[in-house]
C-alpha cells in the first residue's frame, strides 16, 4: 500500500525555486524571487517576481505560482520554497501570505538563500488570522 503522504522532497522543490529566481524579472528592486509549490497530487508548480515600471502592478513570485497552480487545476498544496539572495532567507510578504491561507492553511514553507541559509516555518504561524471573508 503505497503512502499517502510521501516525504516532501526538498531538494527538488528548492532546485526549482532556484531555477524559477534565475527567470526573475526584477530590474526595479533587483530582488529576484523564486517559488516552488508541491501540491498535494505531488505537482509542482514554480513562480518568479514580475516586476513592472508602475510599481503597484508587481507581482511575487509565490502569487504567481499559485496562479500557474490554479490554472493548471490544482488548488491544494503541501509545501513551498522561497529562494531569494536576502540573509537571512526572506518569508512571503502579507499579501502572499493572504493568497498562500486561502488554499492552504497547513503549508510548510522553508525560506532558501544563495548561501546555503535555511529557515522553516508553518504558514499558520507567519499568518495566524486570515481575512475572514465575505
Ligand atoms: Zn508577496
Redesign the pocket.
Known amino acids: 500500500m503505497s503512502n499517502p503522504f510521501p516525504a516532501i522532497d526538498w531538494d527538488r522543490l528548492t532546485a526549482a525555486a532556484r531555477a524559477a529566481r534565475e527567470k526573475a524579472y526584477a530590474p526595479y528592486s533587483n530582488f529576484k524571487v523564486g517559488a516552488a509549490l508541491l501540491t498535494r497530487e505531488g505537482e509542482v508548480f514554480v513562480g518568479c517576481?514580475v516586476e513592472n515600471r508602475s510599481f503597484g502592478l508587481c507581482v511575487?513570485?509565490?502569487?504567481t505560482a499559485v496562479g500557474n497552480a490554479v490554472s493548471a487545476g490544482f488548488r491544494e498544496y503541501r509545501a513551498l520554497v522561497v529562494a531569494t539572495q536576502a540573509s537571512p532567507p526572506a518569508p512571503?510578504?502579507?499579501?502572499?501570505?493572504e493568497?498562500l491561507q486561502e488554499f492552504a492553511p497547513d503549508l510548510v514553507l522553508r525560506l532558501v538563500n544563495e548561501n546555503g541559509e535555511v529557515r522553516e516555518r508553518q504558514l499558520a504561524d507567519l499568518f495566524p488570522e486570515p481575512f475572514a471573508g465575505p
Open positions: 517576481n511575487c513570485a509565490e502569487r512571503p510578504c502579507g499579501m502572499c501570505r493568497t
